[in-house]
């Protein structure tokens, strides 16, 4: 295993740091990124943790897979030109760009009470719903709901206007689970039901508890076609198909979401399937795809597309090979492709399949998931992919430490960002009591309620805000240019250029260029060739010349050494102290970059041969910057005598200033035909 090298985190990661050198470190600005966000104070066993997992010091061939994976399908080329009014590029403008929001959606689903508390569970651990916000918002860019979007779960459905309205306030996407969940248990062999209705069978599907957004039972319409005489079974069966079609139908029409799951579990649950027919999976695709709140909310939603999915448990996150060699995984895998290729054969429009992603059975081969994420790709290479109810849990086989939990949400999460048909992993019920009597809760969660953050929520917060964002601030290069590799989501970019700002909102896809017209600064013409100098060293000083056809600009300063000369030194000519120094460069709007050379060895008119600094720019360099047509400075670095410095100049006279104000702004066609 190679080590990482410095352009892997450069050219992945988009910070611009180098991660050998801080391989298992958080930078300081990282750590206070994250206290900041959750207001907390990590503690030092915290950073040592985190650091170790987000920035491992070997990199495993799986990662490295992952990592050329991100680089080509979920990152793109943003440049950004910036050009002044005129069509000349500026250079030296600040330019940053800043991820507002990340493609993929590292969602978080949610108990919906929890957003006023109405169930107490904040204020019964001693937070509040504030901190509750602050923690989702902070974790997730999208949520959804464990059981608010469930027809069945009346009691909760009175909360879901609110925390909409809530959740667009703040920018996250809503997923909704769920529209049918079509019953478990089966009929027996004469076609009957036997046991206890919602538990032997039935389970999952609305009873005749009611709300003000939901008025259907389809239990109470199975049991009714159970009952019923023979000659009256068709019947029933009609009316128990219509009232799951207008239970779909209700449901959906109501919220507006991004992405539904139309049906759940297919594998285990099939009561419905199995008396109303197993085509009827697709009919339930189509009345969700052609009622959705988008379609008929005549352009009020959110979203510019719903995706429409089926859900199965233990499917990416069924047992690893190695425990059984792969038998039942391959088992639900064909389970689950039957169900998909039913729906598409009837028709179903179909948008994409969700894997619920509980992890149960200890760390796992990154390469097998992936592997498992491409059978369904390969098979459906046109639909999205989606991780909808993700859990490091505890279960019987295996009992994870909470540092094994944390390292598998960064591996976990890194692979699935990594692949190009995922759309988002979604971590299911990520709050919970730390006083849960359901250990399995406490260890699965991401934090408490009483505020506190676990480590595997550290991880997910580093991984989405920090390793998987784009934050940079440069400077454009003399073309007006700056290019980012940077992560697909929404960005702001903006601009500062002469004390002035410029923004743009932008939503990276594909490579893309952005320009930016800025108005012109002062621009440097040859009305500025004049002597120059600092009125406070009276007897220095500059002559600078403006070359408008060669684009250079250049100085002779006139000086004195950095120390008196002894008292026995004289000159023929002049004092023996005085130095000259020249300077040329090329010069863009306000500022020339010009390199030093300093010449000796010559005679007072004479031809004999003299030596000048070689290579040019080994002595140093001088950035000459002017104000406008009166005013300039000139910062020097010359290392070889160990000076540095910023001088204030001023014209000597001001004949040519009417000159350099007439000259101020226009081209460079016109500043040449001078």
Known sequence: MAKIPYLTCLFFLSVFVCADALAGTLDQSEIQQIEEAFGISLSQRQKDELGAIVKP???????????????????????????????????????????????????????????????????????????????????????????????????????????????????????????????????????????????????????????????????????????????????????????????????????????????????????????????????????????????????????????????????????????????????????????????????????????????????????????????FSTRYPDFQLAGTEFEIKDGRDYLYTELERARMTEEILTTYYSHENMVGLNAWDFMSASSDPDTTEITAAMAWYDGRIKLNGLVWYYLHRIRYSTDVRLESDHTGTVTVPAHKGDYLVSVTHNNETYFAEVTLTGNRVLEFEVEPGFQINAGLSDAWFNPSTSGQGFFITVLPDHGVVTLAWFTYDTQFPSEDASAELGDPGHRWLTATGPYQENQSIMNVEMTSGGLFDSAAEIQRTDPPGSDGNIILKFANCEEATVKYSIPSVGLSGLIPIVRVAADNIPLCQALTGLPDVMRQSN
């Open 57 to 375: 010091d070997t990199i495993e061939s799986w990662r490295e897979k992952a990592n050329s994976r991100i680089r080509a399908f979920r990152q793109s080329d943003l440049s950004i030109i910036v050009r002044d009014s005129l069509g000349n590029p500026v250079q030296g403008a600040i330019v940053e760009v800043k991820l507002q929001k990340n493609a993929f959606r590292f969602g978080g689903v949610v108990t919906v009470a929890d957003l006023t508390d109405a169930n107490g569970k904040l204020a019964a651990e001693g937070s509040t719903t504030a901190d509750w916000q602050n923690i989702t918002t902070q974790l997730f860019n999208a949520v959804g709901l464990n059981n608010g979007f469930k027809p069945k779960i009346t009691g909760q459905h009175k909360y879901i206007p609110g925390f909409l309205a809530w959740a667009e306030d703040h920018d996250l996407d809503v997923r909704a689970h769920l529209l049918m969940w079509p019953g478990g248990g089966s009929l027996d062999f004469q076609n009957q039901l036997s046991g206890i209705p919602g538990t032997d069978y039935g389970n999952h599907l609305s009873t005749s508890r009611t709300s003000d957004y939901a008025s259907h039972n389809v239990l109470g319409a199975v049991e009714a076609w159970a009952n019923a005489a023979d000659h009256e079974k068709a019947d029933r069966k009609a009316l128990l198909k219509n009232e799951v079609d207008s239970e779909i139908l209700e449901w959906v029409r109501q919220w507006d979401v991004y992405q539904w799951d139309v049906v759940n579990e297919t594998i285990g649950n099939t009561l419905l399937q199995q008396i109303i027919g197993w085509e009827q999976m697709a009919e339930w695709f189509k009345i969700a795809k052609n009622n959705s709140y988008r379609v008929l909310s005549q352009g009020r939603s959110r979203y510019s597309s719903t995706g429409f999915f089926i859900n199965e448990f233990k499917i990416i996150s069924a047992k690893p090979a190695f425990l059984d060699g792969g038998s039942f995984y391959n088992s639900r895998k064909n389970s689950f492709m039957d169900r998909i290729d039913k729906i598409i054969s009837d028709g179903g429009p179909i948008d994409g399949i969700g894997f619920q992603s509980r992890f149960k059975y200890g760390p796992v081969d990154q390469d097998e998931v992936i592997k498992r994420i491409d059978d």
